[in-house]
């Protein structure tokens, strides 16, 4: 006989209503919600949340309970109505102005990845990203496509900022860093990665490598002058002369690319880098045997309907950089989304 547990199919049907949770989330953070109940720093009831948002007092109610149940609030009774709070893990990560707030990232997901993932069945029928259908934007140069505008960018940049916040020192210590002195970030971005490098190492310096108009709105935004370890240096990193340093870092790079680029890319950065010198690969590592993480195989997914890329493993990883011309190559797992893999230029 059939066990009862395995006529009750739990695991699909919650999967296929998993973004069900999401959207509930996207249009919580959307909305205000947490933000509100922040500023007031009381319990509110549903009619108080929905005055503040301006959003309909059904409407309001209904989501407040559907953030109840996946315990992103507090409920707590008083004279048989009910008032709403932010648990713990709400106000670090998911109000707006919390240092290590998610929000941004969550704008992200609600405002150009769900959409891209709507056509997930065409790209992996086709085997290219979706681009075009979901934004009518040609893929043909990847960033010009992710870049299509500034505020796009700017959103962009906030996104791969956010993560850093959170799991930046565990990537940035997991290999002792500290024989580097000169660090170049190619593909740097909004810097969160070489600010974690400066807290962690005290004699590094870094610069921050990326295309110009990234580096104009990261150093006008996020990184501040307080930094004064951090520099940037504009560029392409596959055409223009990459600066002389002791240690490279591409993180979340290679996946952006197919393999052929990505030889081409390390070879540069083994031309430019000093001997004795290395360079570190920051990425979410599937296993060898392709059993997971999860979160890596979802992401592997997520390169192909937004990128030209894919997740490796870290065997795949050190293959690209031996044939590169690096030697001594490991990696690191962090026991969080990103791990690292070293290799090293000999002297
Ligand atoms: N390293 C950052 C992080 O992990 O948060 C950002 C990773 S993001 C996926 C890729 C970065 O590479 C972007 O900042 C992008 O502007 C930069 N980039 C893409 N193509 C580039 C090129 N040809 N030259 C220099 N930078 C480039």
């Known amino acids: ?43 509110l009831s549903a009619e108080e949340i929905s005055q503040a948002v301006g959003t309909s007092l059904d409407g309001t109610q209904r989501l407040l309970a559907a953030c109840t149940g996946l315990q992103l609030l507090n409920t707590h009774w008083d004279s048989g109505q009910v008032f709403y709070s932010n648990t713990e893990q709400s106000r670090v990560f998911l109000t707006r102005s919390s240092p290590l707030s998610l929000s941004q990232s969550i704008q992200y997901s609600s405002r150009t990845i769900y959409l891209c993932w709507h ?4 790209a992996v029928r086709e085997g290219r990203n979706q681009y075009e259908k979901a934004f009518g934007v040609s893929s043909k140069d990847l960033f010009q496509a992710l870049y299509r505008s500034d505020e796009e960018m ?116 083994y031309k430019a880098c000093k001997p004795g010198g290395a360079v570190l690969l920051v990425e979410a590592l599937l296993n060898e045997d392709g059993s997971g993480p999860l979160t890596a195989q979802l992401y592997s997914l997520n390169m192909l309907v937004q990128t030209e890329g894919r997740e490796r493993t870290g065997a795949q990883y050190a293959a690209l950089l031996a044939a590169s011309g690096f030697t001594n190559i490991q990696h690191r797992l962090t026991g969080k989304i990103y791990d690292t893999v070293l290799g090293h230029k000999e002297t």
Request: charge should be negative.
């Open 119 to 122: 056509y997930l069945t065409d």
């Open 1 to 43: 006989t059939t066990p009862a547990t395995d006529v009750y199919p739990r695991k699909i049907l919650e999967y296929m209503e998993g973004f069900l949770i999401s959207k509930t989330v996207f249009t919580s953070c959307e909305l205000g919600v947490f933000d509100v109940l922040l500023a007031a720093e009381r319990p």
């Open 154 to 269: 700017v959103k962009f940049m906030h996104l791969m900022n956010s993560i850093w916040n959170i799991c930046g020192r565990d990537v940035v210590t997991a290999f002792d860093l500290t024989p580097f002195k000169f660090i170049c970030d190619l593909g740097g971005c909004s810097g969160a990665l070489a600010k974690q490098c400066t807290l962690a190492y005290p004699e590094c310096t870094v610069t921050i490598f990326d295309l110009p108009k990234v580096v104009r709105v990261s150093g006008e935004h996020f990184v501040t002058e307080a930094d004064q370890r951090i520099s940037f240096h504009e560029g392409d990193f596959f055409k223009d002369s990459l600066p002389v340093a002791d240690l490279y870092i591409l993180a979340r790079i290679l996946h952006d690319w197919t393999d052929e680029r990505c030889t081409e890319l390390l070879c540069r950065i």
